[in-house]
């Protein structure tokens, strides 16, 4: 009798445990033991200076700043796929651009990182290999004077081949110019943006896509002073605004707006690293 038992038994439990086998080995998964990416200390964006971030444009769904929750005003402008999610898209037929009227966290800025990613398309319709006007990128304006408090844009006669990018900041009277010349991948293609500036050396540094490309003393010491702000100004400079943003001038023939897409502006009240300025962008371009 034990001896039938046994027969009858043992493939059964034989059948249980191959079951139970086959079971855990469907539901092994390789992706929980690989290790979660990290750049420089860093696994996710968010992880970056969190405290330090007083502004964010996503333009995934609209053009809320996501800090604040205050909206910027559109002109002409659309939302079409971005290099994360959406993105703003710009065109010079119809003069876009879109004004923000920035809250106190930016205005009152002593240190500050701006980052954005921007595609810009090359428009030459006089076909001299240049583009047509400066194309504002990131500006804050002052409402007293013919330049901003915070001036980026492409200069006049960038050709594919040789970008000169500007950035001019203003503090109280004193002001300093930097650029980025012969920059040959700008436009048709997603490249990241980021300019710091740090009250502790007076220093300002530029980066394209993580990389640091050119640095500037301030023409003053310690803390930025931004003064008389008005909006900030993304896809023109200040003065291209419909009212001017500024007193002093309006429309300039030289000057032009950006076609392309930007996508994701990000304002920080502190110069970030080295460190973090590279893990920024890499963390962004792996959607994290």
């Not at 539901?27 to 968010?46: H, K, L, Q, W």
């Not at 993304?234 to 309006?250: L, Y």
Request: charged share 15%; with cysteine; hydrophobic share 40%.
């Amino acid at each position: 009798m034990k001896n039938s038992l046994r027969k009858i038994f043992l493939p059964v439990a034989i059948a249980a445990t191959a079951t139970v086998a086959t079971s855990c080995y469907d539901e092994f998964d390789p992706n929980s033991y690989r290790p979660e990416f990290t750049i420089n200390g860093f696994t996710a964006v968010a992880d970056i200076q969190p405290s330090s971030l007083v502004a964010y444009f996503p333009f995934d769904a609209d053009l809320k700043e996501e800090v604040s929750g205050g909206t910027a005003t559109n002109k002409a402008t659309t939302l079409v796929n971005g290099f994360k999610g959406k993105a703003l898209s710009l065109n010079v037929a119809n003069k876009a651009y879109v004004t923000y009227d920035p809250q106190a966290a930016i205005t009152g800025l002593q240190s500050f990182t701006i980052s954005f990613w921007v595609n810009p398309t090359f428009v030459d319709e006089n076909s001299d290999n240049g583009i047509d006007g400066i194309l504002g990128l990131v500006n804050l304006s002052n409402t007293g004077e013919f330049w901003g408090n915070l001036d980026w844009f492409v200069e006049n006669g960038s050709n594919p081949n040789a970008a000169r990018i500007v950035a001019h900041i203003r503090s109280g009277g004193s002001e300093t110019w930097m650029n980025v010349s012969n920059y040959a991948g700008l436009f048709g293609r997603w490249s990241n943006h980021t300019l710091t500036y740090d009250a502790a050396t007076s220093k300002f540094t530029y980066y394209i896509n993580g990389s640091k490309m050119t640095t500037a003393n301030a023409g003053w010491t310690g803390p930025i002073a931004f003064a008389n702000s008005g909006d900030m100004v993304f896809g023109a400079v200040h003065f291209q605004t419909e009212p001017s943003q500024t007193s002093s001038t309006g429309s300039q023939p030289w000057a032009s707006y950006l076609t392309g897409s930007m996508d994701e502006i990000r304002i920080y009240n502190k110069a970030l690293t080295d460190a973090e300025v590279n893990a920024l962008v890499v963390l962004q371009g792996k959607g994290k």
